[in-house]
């Protein structure tokens, strides 16, 4: 039931974009994106929601396939502060409510 | 507001040893969570609460107990700590269950030797 993340790790320069993916096997009722730097507490980016509602970030994106119970978080003109472990989380869909973590994206942005 | 604190930071247990670690909240939020994190693998959930009294299983619930007698606080017990428990702990809290952000708190770092 753990989301599957890819890539793993990516390093990038300065302003230059990534997206970090996320799936699932099993139907979806929302996806969490959250980022956590080393050595601190995960912190929310935003939520996808079945039905297309999305809560969070104003400087990141994401996108959510219900059909493939994929999502994508896109980081665009990324800046220094962008770097850490990008983790996705998903609720499944009926009556199950908790979050799923997957393994997590480690993202280092170099100057 | 503090958000959700967390205490200890850190602590080393002996193998066998008991400890509580202590969470709480003051955002009124009714649902909290207790997560440990191990390298590489995400957050795994141990057990959550509903409401004041109130609390269930999560993914790794074996060798944690937890109460919940009020809002505020929700405390993570252990018992007879092994090596296996050595991870660092963070609890959360949401205000809603389903579709709410989780606010996490500063975690706890144990190691069991």
Same mark, same amino acid.
């Given at each position: =039931? =753990?989301?599957?993340?890819?890539? =793993?790790?990516?390093?990038?320069?300065?302003?230059?974009? /990534?997206?970090? @993916?996320?799936?699932?096997? #099993?139907?979806? &009722?929302?996806?969490?994106?959250?980022?956590?730097?080393?050595?601190?507490?995960?912190?929310?980016?935003?939520?996808?929601?079945?039905?297309?509602?999305? #809560?969070?970030?104003?400087?990141?994106?994401?996108?959510? @396939?219900?059909?493939?119970?994929?999502?994508?978080?896109?980081?665009? /003109?990324?800046?220094?502060?962008?770097?850490?472990?990008?983790?996705?989380? $998903?609720?499944?869909?009926?009556? =199950?409510?908790?979050?799923?973590?997957?393994?997590?994206?480690?993202?280092?942005?170099?100057? | 507001?503090?958000?959700?604190?967390? $205490?200890? #930071?850190?602590?080393?247990?002996?193998?066998?040893?008991?400890?509580?670690?202590?969470?709480?909240?003051?955002? @009124?939020?009714?649902?909290?969570?207790? &997560?440990?994190?191990?390298?590489?693998?995400?957050?795994?959930?141990? &057990?959550?609460?509903?409401? /004041?009294?109130?609390?269930?299983?999560?993914?790794?619930?074996?060798?944690? @107990?937890?109460?919940?007698?009020?809002?505020?606080?929700?405390?993570?017990?252990?018992?007879?700590? /092994?090596?296996?428990?050595?991870?660092?702990?963070?609890?959360?809290?949401?205000? &809603?269950?389903?579709?709410?952000?989780?606010?996490?708190?500063?975690?706890?770092?144990?190691?069991?030797?």
């Amino acid at each position: =039931q =753990q989301p599957v993340q890819s890539p =793993q790790a990516v390093i990038l320069r300065e302003g230059e974009d /990534a997206v970090i @993916n996320c799936s699932s096997s #099993k139907a979806l &009722y929302s996806v969490h994106w959250y980022r956590q730097k080393h050595g601190e507490a995960p912190v929310f980016l935003m939520i996808l929601l079945k039905g297309g509602e999305q #809560k969070g970030h104003d400087k990141i994106s994401a996108s959510f @396939n219900e059909k493939k119970q994929q999502s994508s978080l896109y980081l665009t /003109a990324s800046q220094l502060s962008y770097s850490g472990t990008y983790f996705c989380g $998903t609720e499944l869909g009926g009556s =199950q409510g908790n979050l799923i973590f997957g393994k997590g994206t480690k993202l280092s942005v170099k100057p | 507001n503090a958000g959700v604190t967390q $205490t200890p #930071k850190f602590r080393i247990l002996k193998i066998g040893q008991s400890m509580t670690l202590q969470c709480a909240q003051d955002m @009124n939020h009714n649902y909290m969570y207790w &997560y440990r994190q191990d390298p590489g693998m995400g957050l795994k959930l141990i &057990y959550y609460s509903v409401g /004041a009294g109130i609390t269930d299983k999560g993914e790794v619930p074996n060798g944690y @107990n937890v109460s919940r007698s009020t809002t505020e606080d929700f405390p993570l017990r252990l018992e007879l700590a /092994a090596p296996s428990q050595t991870s660092v702990y963070f609890c959360a809290s949401s205000y &809603y269950y389903r579709g709410s952000e989780q606010y996490f708190g500063p975690g706890t770092r144990l190691t069991v030797t």
